[in-house]
């Protein structure tokens, strides 16, 4: 598995966002590209401490036998349901978002582990920084590959 911590590896993310262009249509699923970059942040925004998410009695029952399974070594399957707090309703300036994105996505290689300011996953609960860089990897790699990047 790839690590966004690698420096090289973490390039060839933001590669293939840099490759993303405002008529990228989806292979599947219901979001723009614009609404996806945005959405690729989320979770990112909640390991940064940037986005507060309040466990539930869903994650309380679930969230261990949940995160065995996406920390896992299988990539995501198509059209997993999301979160209301990671939908994207309207419409986002597409380059605003790109940005931000590999803004993002870049502090985990200049930042090293320190990137990752919360420990507790809102849904998973404790998380490895192992756990948390397999994550994010997994969902970005699930969304560029959504959009054939």
């Known amino acids: 598995m790839q ?5 090289d590896a973490n390039q ?12 990228s249509l ?3 699923g219901k979001m ?23 466990p539930n009695l869903i994650s309380f029952l679930f969230g261990k036998m949940a995160k065995k399974k996406m920390a ?15 939908k994207i309703t309207h419409e986002p300036d ?8 590999i803004a993002l996505v870049k502090t985990f290689s200049d ?3 320190a990137a990752i300011k919360v420990t507790k996953h809102p849904f998973f609960g404790e998380m490895t920084m192992q756990e948390w860089d397999t994550l994010q990897w997994k969902h970005l790699d699930h969304h560029l590959k959504q959009f054939g990047v």
Do not use: D, Y
């Open 94 to 101: 597409f380059e605003t978002e790109k940005q931000n994105l």
């Open 26 to 28: 989806s292979e599947w």
């Open 111 to 113: 930042e090293g582990h």
């Open 32 to 54: 723009t590209v614009s609404q996806m970059l945005l959405h690729c942040q989320q979770p990112i925004n909640v390991s940064r401490g940037t986005l507060v998410l309040k």
């Open 72 to 86: 896992g070594a299988q990539p995501f399957r198509h059209s997993l349901p999301t979160i209301k707090e990671f």
């Open 3 to 7: 690590s966004l911590f690698n420096p």
């Open 12 to 23: 060839l993310v933001i590669q293939r966002i840099n490759k993303l262009t405002p008529i």
